[in-house]
């Protein structure tokens, strides 16, 4: 396991409960569309690693990386972790090499819940959505 080496948060966030899911990452302050919020903190791993670590688990914070790599974000883990997934997200991730940043698609109100559409996951589009979006596809 190789941890991130730099992981920031460039815009403070509060963690609470959601009604999207568990809990919830939320934003302290304004944080104006297109502007960078924040890398993913976690571990780098193998693909093997990670296959091993989402058998029979509904929640898992994992995203695959180039190189047979997937950064874990349950270890070494930031508050960006609590970004629920939505079919009408206001964030957007951008994986690197070796990191997963996360920017702001439009302005974001102080309060509101952060919110990214996830894409692919290893649920293969039998966990059910519960985003609430009017466009919501139902399923993750």
Excluded at 69 to 84: E, G, K, Q
Excluded at 118 to 138: F, I, M, Q, V
Aim: with cysteine; hydrophobic share 40%; proline share 4%.
């Amino acid at each position: 396991m190789i941890p991130t080496s730099s992981y920031k948060i460039l815009y403070p966030l509060r963690v609470a409960k959601s009604r999207i899911a568990g809990s919830g990452a939320y934003a302290t302050t304004v944080i104006p569309a297109r502007r960078k919020i924040g890398d993913l903190g976690g571990v780098i791993i193998s693909m093997k690693q990670a296959r091993a670590l989402i058998r029979n688990k509904k929640v898992i914070n994992l995203v695959e990386l180039d190189n047979n790599l997937a950064l874990n974000a349950s270890a070494n883990p930031n508050d960006i972790r609590f970004i629920n997934h939505s079919c009408a997200p206001n964030t957007f991730m951008w994986v690197l090499k070796n990191r997963v940043e996360f920017y702001a698609l439009r302005r974001i109100r102080k309060g509101e819940e952060l919110s990214c559409d996830y894409g692919e996951t290893h649920h293969e589009g039998t966990l059910p959505c519960r985003c609430g979006a009017a466009n919501c596809r139902g399923f993750i």
